[in-house]
């Protein structure tokens, strides 16, 4: 795979995320009743989903943007928390969103998600809650998924919209992906599924995957 599809597709990701948070800091609280369920069953299933995973040691937030999840992943005295992201811009506007206290708990780096600058094996597990709601591309999809395998030494934790359907696009822009395939390129990069949550059950949309590296 050339190197200029995944910066293409980066980009794209980091102008598409940079608008919406945008949009998303102008309101003082979620817009809409099942929005701010969502945002809410989202916090508590991080918390299942860090439990699933065997409460990571050393975790990775993978293209972190603001760092929304920051607090949830703090919330273990002990856990020491890297975050990286594309963008620098983004980065540094994290910076202004957390508590100084906080950001003593943070070390952010700016990464590609398709090369990442770390070793294999380097962390207990990767947290990605943004990335895979805008990439379009199966095949980019699956050399994120085998990138991941590279550096997580045990799982993944990987917010994802999956659905019946070929994969699309839905009403909030998020690219929804067949369910069948996201599976299956889970096994391909070397992952076995350990569990998976529906933010909202009874709805084809979003899930949280907690998959395991194999041996």
């Known amino acids: 795979m050339s190197s200029q599809l995944p ?3 980066e980009l794209e990701f980091a102008e598409r995320y ?3 948070h945008a949009r998303v800091c102008r309101q003082v609280r979620p817009q809409g009743l099942a929005r701010r369920l969502a945002v809410w069953r989202e916090k508590c299933l991080v918390r299942r989903a860090l439990k ?3 409460e990571p040691g050393l975790v990775l937030d993978l293209a972190c943007g603001a760092g929304r ?3 949830v992943l703090a919330e273990h005295e002990n856990r020491v928390i890297l975050a990286a992201d594309p963008s620098q811009g983004m980065l540094d506007h994290a910076q202004t969103h957390h508590s100084a206290h906080l ?7 700016k990464s590609s998600v398709f090369s990442i600058d770390m070793s294999e094996n380097a962390v207990d597990s990767i947290f990605c809650m943004q990335l895979f709601h805008h990439v379009h591309d199966s095949a980019h999809r699956l050399a994120i998924l085998r990138e991941f395998h590279r550096v997580s030494r045990d799982t993944l934790i990987l917010s994802v919209c999956v659905g019946r ?3 699309h696009l839905d009403r909030t822009q998020r690219v929804v992906v067949n369910k ?3 599976e299956t390129q889970f096994m391909q990069a070397g992952f076995s599924p350990l569990k998976q949550y529906d933010v909202l059950p009874g709805c084809e949309r979003g899930s949280i ?3 395991r590296k194999g041996t």
């Open 52 to 54: 699933v995973a065997g």
């Open 18 to 20: 940079d608008r919406e």
């Open 165 to 167: 359907s070929a994969t």
């Open 180 to 182: 069948t395939e996201l």
């Open 69 to 71: 999840f920051w607090p």
């Open 7 to 9: 910066s293409t597709t």
């Open 209 to 211: 995957y907690i998959v």
């Open 103 to 109: 950001l003593t708990r943070i070390k952010t780096f």
